[in-house]
């Protein structure tokens, strides 16, 4: 269609900002993680290993929504799926 | 343009931290690719033989009371034993050299950006078959200790109709697992490079901070993780009701 190659290039690189929107919820749940085993240890500081263990597993499955939004993103700026033809 | 001077713009482009061939050849028609995460995984999987080898000559001649080398292997093996044990309970015997296998190899794999390298880890092709791995462990041990009426029950709660349902979500599985890795990884190499492309006027020293987090933490949390829900996914498929 009539569309200008560096136009698709813009609106990609709107898309891929748009896209890390989604680093806001794994930001959020991993900041309440973190204040719930904080205050975890001060209940029960003999626990702590345990404690950072399990918050840090939750955590790292909790980013992974926040890396797909992170890969949308490097698929638009790099891989340019939206090329015309 | 006094950004430019800071952002050398010039100098970088996307392919610093992109997968790149370093020879073809062919066979058949077919035009095949050496790329540089074929070279690096060669490299770690040297150098996870050379210590290897090592290790069982220290072993063979192992003293009552470890120094040296034993020391460093011994402190190893218990470790991942431990992890092991901790996490599967009375199936661990089993896994122990698998899980051991795997976190040892991803986490030198992550661990060898540190060099320079990029790492195997940050190309889909080296970690979904790692996913796929898991998938058909967790399969495999599935229909062993459930037996099909209990994979077919397993899939048919709550109700009938949930199966689709049901069937998508041990299919993400794998897919979530390798991509949870990838992107980690990933995410590390474009940063890195990133900061080695636009801003190498000033990058002396610092970026060994940023290292310190890409390379080292993040690679070895993301390696406890791949291990610790494969190890969760195995052990859930062994249990039957009856325990």
């Known amino acids: ?85 | 343009m006094g950004v430019g001077m800071l952002l050398s713009l010039d100098d970088f482009s996307a392919d610093s931290f992109m997968v790149k061939g370093v020879f073809s050849f062919e066979i058949g028609g077919q035009t095949l690719w050496i790329t540089t995460t074929h070279i690096c995984l060669i490299l770690v999987v040297l150098t996870l033989s050379i210590f290897s080898m090592f290790a069982k000559r220290s072993m063979l001649k192992a003293a009552e009371v470890p120094t040296g080398f034993q020391n460093f292997v011994e402190m190893g093996v218990d470790l991942l034993d431990g992890l092991v044990k901790s996490t599967m309970g009375k199936h661990a015997g089993a896994f122990r050299n698998y899980i051991g296998t795997i976190f040892i190899f991803i986490l030198f794999s992550n661990l060898s950006g540190l060099l320079g390298l990029r790492p195997p880890t940050a190309d889909y092709g080296v970690t979904f078959p790692l996913g796929v791995l898991t998938f058909t462990l967790i399969t495999f041990n599935k229909f062993k200790y459930q037996h099909v009426s209990g994979v077919i029950k397993g899939l048919m709660s709550p109700w009938p109709f949930w199966i689709p349902i049901n069937l998508i979500g041990d299919f993400a599985v794998p897919i979530s697992l390798s991509l949870r890795l990838f992107a980690n990884v990933l995410s590390g190499t474009v940063m890195m490079s990133l900061v080695y492309g636009l801003l190498s006027m000033i990058a002396y020293a610092w970026p060994g901070a940023l290292h310190v987090y890409f390379d080292m933490f993040s690679g070895a949390i993301q390696t406890y993780v791949f291990c610790m829900l494969t190890m969760t996914y195995i052990t859930d498929a062994r249990t039957t009701d009856e325990g």
């Open chain 1, 1 to 85: 269609m009539g569309f200008d190659q560096n136009f698709i290039y813009g609106c990609s690189a709107i898309g891929a900002g748009l896209a890390l929107i989604a680093g806001v919820g794994p930001g959020v749940g991993q900041g309440i993680a973190a204040g719930h085993a904080a205050s975890a240890v001060g209940r029960n500081p003999g626990a702590k290993g345990d404690i950072t263990s399990t918050m840090l597993l939750g955590q790292a499955v909790a980013e992974t929504t926040g890396l797909y939004g992170l890969l949308v993103a490097m698929l638009l700026m790099f891989v340019k799926p939206f090329q015309a033809v």
